[in-house]
């Protein structure tokens, strides 16, 4: 069974920095894409940033040059650090990971559990 796992979240003040990390385990062959997404409340859950098995990134616009997502190939972790903080960086923020897995035999998306960030003004 694959497991993805977050840490990280919590209350920063406006300006402030955090750094999430999310660790997938289980049987696992190969993980393509790894990234994350955030959910405000009441709006729909949106990719922030995602980076490939090669390290391609891709983020949403609004975090470019404050947020910097990598990953750990070889520990099957991705992390993510969120820098210049604004309140409406604010969510709850769930990881996913695009895991070829030896029960299943394709790649499938699994997901975090998610993790809350609040950021104070």
């Known amino acids: 069974q694959v497991q993805l796992v977050e840490s990280g979240g919590g209350l920063v003040q406006a300006g402030g920095s955090l750094r999430l990390s999310c660790a997938a385990s289980?049987?696992?062959?190969?993980?393509?894409?790894m990234g994350w997404y955030r959910q405000a409340p009441g709006k729909q859950r949106d990719l922030v940033a995602r980076?490939?098995?090669?390290?391609?990134?891709h983020y949403k616009d609004s975090v470019k040059g404050r947020f910097a997502i990598s990953r750990d190939n070889a520990r099957n972790t991705v992390y993510l650090q969120m820098n210049s903080l604004k309140p409406e960086d604010a969510g709850v923020y769930y990881c996913?990971?695009?895991?070829?897995?030896?029960?299943?035999?394709?790649?499938?998306?699994?997901w975090g559990q998610g993790t809350q960030v609040t950021v104070s003004s």
């Open positions: 996913y990971a695009d895991i070829l897995g030896r029960s299943v035999g394709i790649y499938r998306d699994y």
């Open positions: 980076v490939s098995q090669g390290g391609y990134t």
């Open positions: 289980g049987n696992i062959i190969s993980i393509n894409y």
